[in-house]
């Protein structure tokens, strides 16, 4: 009996840059970025005249952006894809038989080397700065939602404790808001707050990841969580920052300060922006208002008991200063609270024979109190964007931007889960991911020339069309 010779022990003679395929993502990549700007970034965190020499930092990272590229969740695992994967081993710089760096190398250098530097934030903003160069992102028109992580925590396993009230930045502007209001219509100035002790509130912290936040929001899973808010360019769906906080902390406090770093940061001249109904309060209204910018905001549908009038069927009279009724009957200025609240109280012995009583009101007095927030006018004047052709047409792409972003992030990237415990490290896996995302961006529309000037001729008719409908409107004729 011949025995047939197995292929597999035969020595061929081939290059490991003839083994990879010319249309592979990391070639694509590859072509697109020099990392280079790596090692000069970590020159200060490598001593270069004592101890042994550690791994080059680029191959380091390119370990790291691999792992976030093809969502390999464990180092351990990393290393031995690494291993046997051609296209890894080239993107590396490695041949056939290399030795791969021990997985520990990684966790080494991330506990001893990095965790006090910026140096994943550096990377991810080189790879932003990358992107502007070769105008996919010009920072016009910004979308910003958040995504939970599921903290590596059990959700059983926690223990009771009270903090103090996170102390919003509006505050001081609040105040001064509400004693203007106040002197406007006759009352005295409020009380200042008594110094006593914030007895805070009490909240459930993981005793496994203290640092993760219990999240509790309707249709949501409940549980130790971090979010994810993060910032996606409008026009090629770059993201352009990502910021991680507790899974208990609301989306509308770190938006404005992560706003203004990025148009400190990047230089952004923002013209719109398009967010979520979580984001409709009165502090981020009044602030995109102040800064000039056009905000569209989703809406979320009030609930209320049934063949009960809602506060919108209250009718606000500025000028007079007071609501009207659906029965027409008038609700006058009482006071402005310390939130910030306008109070508008009807008259008892004009409710108590009006048919719509029940309808209205059930206290026990037959008073209808309705209130308005100092700066219920922006979110009246944002809200009315919503609905315009413009607001339409930025709102309509929130699904197409940010949305699926962190849709691809969670089923590609590994963006379900936490792979560490704490916020530092958290961070650094929202960084890695969202560099790793753009850097997929950029490959395609790079490599590829004719997506690109799609995009560019979409953009040229998008703006084009706003312009005409916005000359339109002003009487004006658009010469062609």
């Not at 292929?7 to 990392?35: G, W, Y």
């Not at 037959?366 to 047409?393: A, T």
Request: aromatic share 10%; hydrophobic share 30%; proline share 3%.
């Amino acid at each position: 009996m011949i025995k047939e010779n197995n292929p597999q022990n035969e020595m061929e003679f081939v290059t490991i840059e003839s083994l990879v395929p010319e249309n592979h993502l990391l070639r694509k990549i590859s072509k697109s970025i020099d990392f280079s700007f790596i090692r000069e970034k970590t020159k200060d965190l490598y001593c270069l005249n004592n101890g042994r020499p550690g791994v080059d930092p680029v191959m380091l990272f390119k370990m790291l952006f691999i792992g976030y590229l093809f969502g390999i969740r464990s180092e351990r695992q990393l290393i031995r894809e690494i291993e046997v994967n051609v296209a890894y081993r080239w993107f590396l710089g490695l041949g056939l038989t290399n030795k791969i760096p021990h997985h520990s190398t990684i966790s080494q250098n991330r506990r001893r080397r990095f965790s006090e530097s910026n140096i994943y934030q550096e990377i991810f903003d080189e790879i932003v700065y990358r992107a502007i160069r070769d105008k996919l992102v010009d920072g016009e028109v910004l979308y910003t939602d958040s995504t939970h992580l599921k903290a590596n925590a059990n959700k059983g396993k926690f223990k009771k404790r009270r903090v103090k009230h996170m102390t919003r930045s509006y505050l001081e502007s609040l105040e001064k808001e509400v004693k203007e209001d106040r002197e406007l219509h006759g009352k005295k100035e409020l009380p200042k707050r008594e110094k006593k002790d914030d007895e805070g509130k009490e909240i459930k912290e993981s005793t496994t990841d203290p640092e993760s936040g219990y999240l509790s929001r309707e249709g949501k899973p409940r549980g130790f969580y971090y979010l994810d808010h993060r910032t996606v360019d409008g026009r090629s769906n770059i993201i352009t920052d990502t910021y991680v906080t507790a899974g208990n902390v609301h989306d509308s406090i770190p938006y404005l300060d992560r706003l203004d770093y990025q148009i400190s940061h990047y230089g952004f001249e923002v013209k719109a922006v398009g967010l979520d109904a979580g984001y409709f309060t009165g502090s981020i209204c009044k602030g995109i208002e102040e800064r000039g910018i056009y905000g569209v905001i989703g809406y979320n549908r009030p609930k209320g008991k049934k063949n009960y009038f809602r506060k919108r069927d209250y009718e606000y009279d500025k000028e007079k200063d007071q609501y009207r009724c659906p029965a027409g009957k008038i609700l006058r200025y009482r006071t402005t609270n310390r939130s910030g609240y306008k109070e508008y109280v009807s008259d008892p012995s004009v409710c108590n024979q009006c048919v719509f009583l029940r309808n209205c009101t059930m206290s026990k007095n037959n008073i209808k109190v309705v209130s308005r927030h100092v700066w219920e006018g922006y979110k009246e004047k944002i809200d009315k964007h919503r609905l315009d052709d413009k607001g339409k047409r930025i709102y309509s792409k929130r699904k197409e931007t940010v949305e699926r972003s962190f849709a691809d992030a969670k089923q590609l990237h590994g963006h379900r889960y936490a792979r560490m415990r704490g916020l530092e490290k958290v961070r650094e896996q929202c960084y890695l991911a969202a560099a790793c995302q753009n850097m997929k961006k950029i490959a395609s529309y790079l490599i590829h020339p004719n997506l690109l000037s799609k995009l560019l001729v979409k953009l040229q008719h998008y703006y084009r069309i706003t312009f005409q409908r916005a000359c339109l409107e002003k009487n004006l004729i658009l010469c062609k």
